[in-house]
């Protein structure tokens, strides 16, 4: 399992969700960071969830 990392923003710049979680690949984290933004109802809001490796896996403004 890797970690990966999500994060969401309010428009002045605001951090509202910086959270870690679990994921056995990239695939996975990308389903798994839309369903926590979606559970947060944070899908509109500007977010982008990144892998290990700093790859960008989700990226919303």
């Known amino acids: 399992m890797k970690t990966y990392k999500l ?3 309010e428009a002045n710049g605001e951090k ?3 959270e870690a979680f ?3 690949n990239d695939e996975a984290a990308k389903k798994q960071g839309e369903h926590l ?7 509109e809001k500007t977010h ?3 892998s290990p ?5 989700l ?3």
Do not use: M, P, V, Y
């Not at 933004?37 to 899908?43: F, G, I």
């Not at 490796?53 to 896996?57: D, P, R």
């Open 22 to 24: 679990q994921a056995e």
């Open 59 to 61: 990226f919303h403004s």
């Open 37 to 43: 933004l979606a559970e947060k109802n944070l899908l």
């Open 48 to 50: 982008r969830c990144t």
């Open 16 to 18: 509202i969700l910086d």
């Open 53 to 57: 490796a700093g790859k960008l896996l």
């Open 7 to 9: 994060t969401a923003f």
